[in-house]
């Protein structure tokens, strides 16, 4: 059991990187911390989508002085896949801007309501509504 | 241009969108023009794409001639081809329509506007046109960025009503990015057709179905299914008008396509119906989303809150479809797709115009309202007795299909809850219709003076989308025949 732990860990820390986050944006009050379990979820992502591509003594996917060298067969065992790491590249990318979009929109939050508690907003929310009525 | 139509479509509004930000700091009134130009455009190239595809078949178009499973490929078929139609035509109705609503209700930003219109709609195509797992994450991020600017610049509770939106979306967009990540794991490949050769051999595997389920929760939370749709009817309630006639229509129908596209195109049917029990889940699902949605929108006194509130009854109805998983029943499924993006489009496109001319968005306000704008309430009642179901409307056809496939299925529970759902929506509809053209009663009227009510239309640029969301209801019902026997016979996955 223990072992099955050890030879898997970084799927295990995806695993509990990826909870943490799940718990911060669902559990938190407060507007920024839901942002950074966002940032924790989506880089327990990156780690998980990273270490699908490792293989044991893995080398760059690259040949050396291909062009006209490079003729010999490739042995793809000893190639770390690099196609995980470019998907990644892009997700980056939209996890940056998904961050900053949330980060903008606290900002307004703030700025009409002075607090970035979600209790506190919510209370003030039902306070306004009411006094349209 | 004929052969790139494919990349056109999405090209397009994505190049326009830059281009109307920089005409838009040098001349602020360039922006709508350019806006419009770049959806017609793009209109017309999806309208030849789905003629194509009609005449010859499916079309398969290879970015920068990348061959799949290498390179990401836009396929366009019945399926994807009738709803790129449709994701155009009404972007570009609601662009149309925007111009005086944009420039009343948010005169500061009518330039940045426009350019996250254009993104919003780009991302709503890519997601349709993509044949590739990863490429439709993107853009559905795409869409859903947008998205989430446009609504946070609405009204008192609308940065906190998006902020829920992004935790919410985004959750959904990473389950989505993770069953991508699954998938690739075991088969090695993100191309559709490719995973569709390379998974029936691996439909036991146990990665396959962790994938499965994250797709499937992913999907619903950005198609808003029950009990997932938390988000949507704050959201939708306090965007800008014009936003929420863009978002409406088209955001839960294009997560309904990517939902119909994964549990029939990328798994088979056998998979998504008898090795797991997904679709029976998502029928009983969508049978709570079309009793919540209609039941919570008779607690609701705002007319805007009350559409949103239908419209996660709506989502039902497709899901329902999906879920019936027989001929008939994704007929009905596919079809309403049609209708329900044309009913949304007019019906806050009719909030939109009331909102511009009484900032009264409550039911009771609606008052006189058939002698201030004859056109539009005429429109309404015409949406609202689709939305109920009523023939020769659209929505009766996709009913009446739905309710079909429910008796093959042979689950007379559905049938009985589609029937109820017509009932809730008389009483809904009838509410409203009620306020808008019946008279107050005479102990109202002051000392029995008429009130004089002057007509006071809403913009012609408003009328007109409204006016043709009216008659497209009318005419879609009427050619419901001959859409289902020319395109959506086809459109039904394989298999079925």
Same mark, same amino acid.
């Given at each position: 059991?223990?072992?099955?732990?050890?030879?898997?860990?970084?799927?295990?820390?995806?695993? +509990?990187?990826?909870?943490?986050?799940?718990?911060?944006?669902?559990?938190?009050?407060?507007?920024?911390?839901?942002?950074?379990?966002?940032?924790?979820?989506?880089?327990?992502?990156?780690?998980?989508?990273?270490?699908?591509?490792?293989?044991?003594?893995?080398?760059?996917?690259?040949?050396? *002085?291909?062009?006209? *060298?490079?003729? *010999?067969? +490739?042995?793809?065992?000893?190639?770390?896949?690099?196609?995980?790491?470019?998907?990644?590249?892009?997700?980056?990318?939209?996890? +940056?801007?998904?961050?900053?979009?949330?980060?903008?929109?606290?900002?307004?939050?703030?700025?009409?309501?002075?607090?970035?508690?979600?209790?506190?907003?919510?209370?003030?929310?039902?306070?306004?509504?009411?006094?349209?009525? | 241009?004929?052969?790139?139509?494919?990349?056109?479509?999405?090209?397009?509004?994505?190049?326009?969108?830059?281009?109307?930000?920089?005409?838009?700091?040098?001349?602020?009134?360039?922006?709508?023009?350019?806006?419009?130009?770049?959806?017609?455009?793009?209109?017309?190239?999806?309208?030849?794409?789905?003629?194509?595809?009609?005449? !010859?078949? !499916?079309?398969?178009?290879?970015?920068?001639?990348?061959?799949?499973?290498?390179? &990401?490929?836009?396929?366009?078929?019945?399926?994807?081809?009738?709803?790129?139609?449709?994701?155009?035509?009404?972007?570009?109705?609601?662009? %149309?329509?925007?111009?005086?609503?944009?420039?009343?209700?948010?005169?500061?930003?009518?330039?940045?506007?426009?350019?996250?219109?254009?993104?919003?709609?780009?991302?709503?195509?890519?997601?349709? %046109?993509?044949?590739?797992?990863?490429?439709?994450?993107?853009?559905?991020?795409?869409?859903?960025?947008?998205?989430?600017?446009? #609504?946070?610049?609405?009204?008192?509770?609308?940065?906190?009503?998006?902020?829920?939106?992004?935790?919410?979306?985004?959750?959904?967009?990473?389950?989505?990015?993770?069953?991508?990540?699954?998938?690739? %794991?075991? !088969?090695?490949?993100?191309?559709?057709?490719?995973?569709?050769?390379?998974?029936?051999?691996?439909?036991?595997?146990?990665?396959?179905?962790?994938?499965?389920?994250?797709?499937?929760?992913?999907?619903?939370?950005?198609?808003?299914?029950?009990?997932?749709?938390?988000?949507?009817?704050?959201?939708?309630?306090?965007?800008?008008?014009?936003?929420?006639?863009?978002?409406?229509?088209?955001?839960?129908?294009?997560?309904?396509?990517?939902? &119909?596209?994964?549990?029939?195109?990328?798994?088979?049917?056998?998979?998504?119906?008898?090795?797991?029990?997904?679709?029976?889940?998502?029928?009983?699902?969508?049978?709570?989303? &079309?009793?919540?949605?209609?039941?919570?929108?008779?607690?609701?006194?705002?007319?805007?809150?009350?559409?949103?509130?239908?419209?996660?009854?709506?989502?039902?109805?497709?899901?329902?479809?999906?879920?019936?998983?027989?001929?008939?029943?994704?007929?009905?499924?596919?079809?309403?797709?049609?209708?329900?993006?044309?009913?949304?489009?007019?019906?806050?496109?009719?909030?939109?115009?009331?909102?511009?001319?009484?900032?009264?968005?409550?039911?009771?306000?609606?008052?006189?309202?058939?002698?201030?704008?004859?056109?539009?309430?005429?429109?309404?009642?015409?949406?609202?007795?689709?939305?109920?179901?009523?023939?020769? !409307?659209?929505?009766?056809?996709?009913?009446?299909?739905?309710?079909?496939?429910? #008796?093959?299925?042979?689950?007379?529970?559905?049938?009985?809850?589609?029937? %109820?759902?017509?009932?809730?929506?008389?009483?809904?509809?009838?509410?409203?219709?009620?306020?808008?053209?019946?008279?107050?009663?005479?102990?109202?009227?002051?000392?029995?003076?008429?009130?004089?009510?002057?007509?006071?239309?809403?913009?012609?640029?408003?009328?007109?989308?409204?006016?043709?969301?009216?008659?497209? &209801?009318?005419?879609?019902?009427?050619?419901?025949?001959?859409?289902?026997?020319?395109?959506?016979?086809?459109?039904?996955?394989?298999?079925?």
């Amino acid at each position: 059991m223990f072992d099955f732990i050890l030879s898997k860990y970084n799927y295990w820390i995806y695993i +509990v990187m990826m909870m943490i986050g799940f718990y911060a944006m669902i559990g938190k009050k407060n507007l920024v911390k839901k942002i950074i379990g966002i940032n924790i979820f989506q880089t327990a992502i990156i780690v998980f989508f990273i270490s699908t591509a490792v293989k044991k003594g893995g080398t760059l996917p690259i040949i050396e *002085h291909a062009h006209g *060298h490079g003729s *010999h067969a +490739v042995e793809v065992a000893s190639y770390i896949n690099p196609l995980p790491h470019v998907l990644m590249l892009t997700a980056i990318v939209v996890m +940056v801007s998904t961050l900053g979009v949330a980060l903008a929109i606290a900002i307004q939050i703030y700025r009409r309501y002075n607090t970035l508690e979600e209790d506190e907003i919510l209370e003030q929310r039902k306070w306004s509504h009411n006094l349209l009525r | 241009m004929v052969p790139q139509s494919p990349a056109l479509v999405v090209v397009v509004p994505l190049i326009f969108a830059f281009l109307s930000l920089l005409f838009g700091w040098w001349r602020k009134g360039l922006s709508y023009p350019i806006t419009l130009i770049a959806l017609s455009l793009s209109f017309l190239a999806s309208i030849y794409c789905l003629y194509t595809v009609l005449t !010859t078949g !499916t079309i398969h178009y290879y970015l920068g001639k990348w061959e799949p499973p290498w390179g &990401i490929e836009y396929v366009v078929d019945h399926l994807n081809g009738f709803i790129l139609v449709i994701v155009s035509f009404v972007g570009l109705m609601a662009a %149309i329509s925007s111009r005086r609503v944009v420039e009343k209700e948010l005169p500061e930003k009518v330039v940045y506007f426009y350019t996250l219109f254009l993104l919003q709609v780009t991302g709503f195509l890519g997601i349709v %046109i993509t044949g590739d797992m990863f490429n439709l994450y993107v853009f559905l991020e795409i869409a859903s960025l947008a998205g989430y600017a446009l #609504i946070a610049v609405g009204e008192d509770g609308a940065p906190f009503a998006s902020f829920n939106y992004l935790i919410f979306g985004t959750i959904g967009a990473c389950f989505y990015l993770l069953g991508v990540g699954y998938l690739y %794991i075991k !088969t090695g490949s993100l191309n559709m057709a490719d995973l569709k050769e390379i998974l029936p051999a691996l439909y036991q595997s146990k990665v396959l179905m962790v994938a499965f389920a994250f797709f499937l929760v992913g999907v619903s939370l950005k198609m808003a299914l029950f009990p997932l749709h938390v988000w949507l009817p704050d959201a939708y309630t306090y965007a800008p008008s014009a936003v929420s006639a863009l978002l409406a229509p088209l955001m839960t129908k294009v997560g309904a396509y990517v939902m &119909i596209r994964i549990l029939f195109t990328v798994f088979e049917p056998h998979f998504s119906i008898e090795l797991i029990p997904a679709t029976t889940i998502l029928g009983w699902m969508a049978a709570g989303a &079309i009793l919540f949605g209609a039941l919570l929108a008779l607690a609701q006194s705002d007319v805007k809150r009350m559409l949103a509130y239908i419209l996660v009854g709506e989502v039902g109805y497709i899901a329902l479809g999906v879920g019936l998983a027989n001929r008939n029943g994704l007929t009905g499924a596919i079809l309403h797709i049609l209708n329900d993006s044309i009913m949304m489009l007019a019906l806050f496109l009719i909030v939109a115009a009331i909102m511009y001319r009484s900032g009264d968005r409550e039911i009771p306000g609606l008052r006189y309202m058939h002698r201030r704008m004859p056109f539009t309430m005429a429109v309404l009642v015409i949406a609202g007795l689709s939305v109920i179901g009523i023939p020769p !409307t659209c929505g009766f056809f996709s009913k009446w299909y739905l309710v079909l496939g429910a #008796i093959d299925a042979n689950k007379w529970v559905f049938v009985a809850v589609l029937l %109820i759902s017509s009932l809730l929506n008389v009483i809904l509809f009838f509410r409203v219709i009620e306020n808008a053209y019946l008279e107050p009663r005479e102990e109202e009227v002051h000392e029995g003076v008429e009130v004089a009510v002057a007509i006071e239309e809403a913009p012609l640029s408003l009328l007109l989308p409204i006016l043709i969301a009216g008659a497209g &209801i009318l005419s879609l019902g009427i050619l419901s025949g001959e859409i289902i026997s020319s395109v959506i016979r086809f459109a039904v996955p394989a298999g079925f």
